[in-house]
C-alpha cells in the first residue's frame, strides 16, 4: 500500500523554473533511496537525480548547475527544482523510492509521472 504521487509538471518558456514535489504515503518503514528520472517520446528513460541511502545526491551531467533535489524526511516528500530551463529538458519526470515497508517488503516504486513541456 504504497504510493508515490508527483505534482508540480506544466507548460514554461525556456529559462524559466519549475519545481516538481512527490509525496509518498503508507506503509513505509524506510526509504532508502528517492529521486526523479524522466522520459521524452523516443527515448530511454533517464536518471535525473536522486538521494541514495547514505544521504548522497547524484546528478545526471545535462542538469548539473541548473536543477537542485531536496527533500523533507518528515513529510516523506522529494523536490526537484528546476531552473535555467531548455526544450531538451522536455518529458515526463517519474518519481522513484526504494522502500521497505513496514511488512517486510522491499522494492523500487513508481509514481504515475508529470508532463514538463518546455517552449521554445
Known amino acids: 500500500q504504497v504510493q508515490l504521487v508527483e505534482s508540480g509538471g506544466g507548460l514554461v518558456q525556456a529559462g524559466g523554473s519549475r519545481r516538481l514535489s512527490c509525496v509518498a504515503s503508507?506503509?513505509?518503514?524506510?526509504?532508502?533511496?528517492m529521486g526523479w528520472y524522466r522520459q521524452a517520446p523516443g527515448n530511454q528513460r533517464e536518471l535525473v537525480a536522486r538521494?541514495?541511502?547514505?544521504?548522497?545526491?547524484n546528478y545526471a551531467d545535462s542538469v548539473k548547475g541548473r536543477f537542485t533535489i531536496s527533500r523533507d524526511n518528515a513529510k516523506k516528500t522529494v523536490y526537484l527544482q528546476m531552473n535555467s530551463l531548455k526544450p531538451e529538458d522536455t518529458a515526463v519526470y517519474f518519481c522513484n523510492a526504494d522502500i521497505l515497508t513496514i511488512q517486510g517488503v522491499r522494492r523500487a516504486y513508481w509514481g504515475q509521472g508529470t508532463q514538463v513541456t518546455v517552449s521554445s
Open positions: 503508507g506503509s513505509i518503514f524506510t526509504i532508502n533511496g
Open positions: 538521494f541514495s541511502s547514505g544521504g548522497s545526491t
